[in-house]
């Protein structure tokens, strides 16, 4: 593998270690032994969960193949997922205000165990079911969870500013490290191992089971609206009246939205943006530097919300402008660098600039996630909370289908990971 591989993760590394290390009392956050209490707790449920879905993005794809379906097949698999995000997920996801937090976040842990216990069977329809299972259990994941946590830290009185430390360490932790070592465990179980392509789900069903069961143990129910009479379609009714009367939900909407699909497209086409010419790239390697990226992108964030100033809605105006900026590099390297003439060989110098913009962007995500949940908890109303936040999910649904149906499906198929990034199948 070329030196600038390693030159660009030990330098990421190098700076995430010097950030987490160099954090003085003005960038740490002084909170209560309560709270610590309630935020390791989460932070494990959190990990134990987002472990149980990194384990399973890398292989979707390749178990499907090796069940000897073909392109089309896959894809219509692959849309059914996201579709049943959009719909049945969307009413799921929303039920958590109505029946509670806590229940929704055992329904997604019993939910994905079920979507994996259907990938030991070949047949079509069992597939398609666990995809179902799969879209469902992915909007409880994005939004149960969280909804739990804000409830339960105003219920207890916390500080709001205390929310950013969760939030920040969640992502490091989950978005970063967590997806790095589900990737190296997966490709134990499957090229070291050689267990097979389900192993990683099975795996996964261990880590959810482990989550559902501290769950059921130490976490107390609460709801967004406890009212007896009011039924699904006045949830929904309500949810859409708080979006359009609120000028600030609605765009916090469309950012979220709008940013999320900026994401989805990066994950869609990094691959032929580093390898236009067949360049034998270590795509495994190029995916944990990017984690890696993420994670410098939240311990900035969490540095950043540790102070009252700049306000989160200031800074990620900046964070949009240099994510544009950083996915525009391939299209300005196309004109001004030179392709090279030969197929094939290693990264070209163009690809070297095109990654490095790249992890420019992964840490521009790392420092959204925990911003965009800070201002989801300070001006989504707690009543409907769940409900709204699934409401922000329908575009990137949809968006992603229509990129799915239209682009090449195994490009699309290998990389979907799970809704935010990359693929460890092809580690070398």
């Known amino acids: 593998m070329e030196l600038f591989y390693f030159v660009v993760f030990g330098a990421l590394g190098a700076v995430v270690a010097a950030l987490e290390l160099s954090k003085n009392n003005k ?26 879905d990194w384990l399973q993005g890398p292989y979707v794809y390749y178990l499907y193949s090796t069940y000897g379906f073909g392109k089309g097949e896959i894809g219509q698999l692959f849309i059914a997922g996201f579709g049943s995000s959009m719909l049945f997920g969307t009413i799921v996801g929303s039920l958590a205000d109505k029946q509670g937090r806590r229940r929704a976040c055992v329904t997604y842990c019993i939910t994905y165990i079920l979507s994996c216990i259907t990938k030991h069977s070949p047949q079509y329809k069992i597939l398609m079911i666990g995809r179902v299972l799969g879209g469902i259990a992915t909007s409880l994941l994005f939004s ?73 143990s130490s976490w107390t129910e609460n709801f967004g609206d406890p009212s007896e009479n009011k039924d699904l379609l006045s949830q929904f009714k309500g949810a859409a009246v708080a979006i359009a009367s609120d000028e600030k939900i609605a765009l916090l909407g469309a950012i979220q939205s709008l940013f999320e699909g900026s994401m989805y497209t990066f994950v869609f086409l990094w691959t032929p943006a580093l390898s236009p010419n067949d360049e034998n790239i270590p795509h495994g390697f190029i995916f944990a530097t990017f984690m890696l990226a993420s994670m410098l992108g939240s311990s900035l964030a969490s540095r950043l919300m540790a102070h009252s100033s700049p306000r989160v809605e200031s800074y990620m105006q900046i964070v949009f402008v240099v994510s544009s900026a950083s996915l525009l590099l391939p299209i300005i390297t196309n004109f001004l660098v030179a392709p090279p003439e030969v197929k094939g060989g290693s990264i070209s110098f163009a690809g070297c600039l095109q990654l490095l913009g790249f992890c420019t962007f992964e840490a521009c995500v790392g420092i959204f996630w925990p911003s965009i949940m800070k201002m989801r908890s300070q001006y989504i109303p707690e009543e409907a909370r769940s409900t709204i936040m699934n409401f922000f999910r329908i575009p990137l649904n949809i968006f992603v289908c229509v990129v799915l149906y239209v682009l090449d499906l195994p490009l699309c198929g290998i990389y979907l990971a799970k809704t935010a990034d990359g693929n460890l199948r092809q580690a070398e």
Not at 31 to 47: G, H, M, W
Not at 187 to 193: A, G
Request: net charge negative; with cysteine.
């Open 144 to 216: 149960a969870f969280e909804s739990w946590l804000v409830a339960e830290h105003n219920k207890r009185g916390f500080e709001q500013q205390w929310l950013s430390l969760t939030f920040s360490k969640a992502i490091f932790l989950g978005n970063g490290l967590v997806a790095i070592l589900s990737g190296l465990f997966g490709n134990l179980l499957v090229d070291s191992l050689s267990l097979g392509p389900v192993a990683p789900f099975d795996a996964a069903a261990c880590f959810l089971a482990i989550g559902m069961a501290i769950i059921l």
């Open 27 to 52: 960038d740490r956050i002084n909170s209560s032994p309560a709270f610590n209490s309630l935020k390791n707790n989460y932070l494990v449920v959190y990990s134990l969960m987002m472990a149980g």
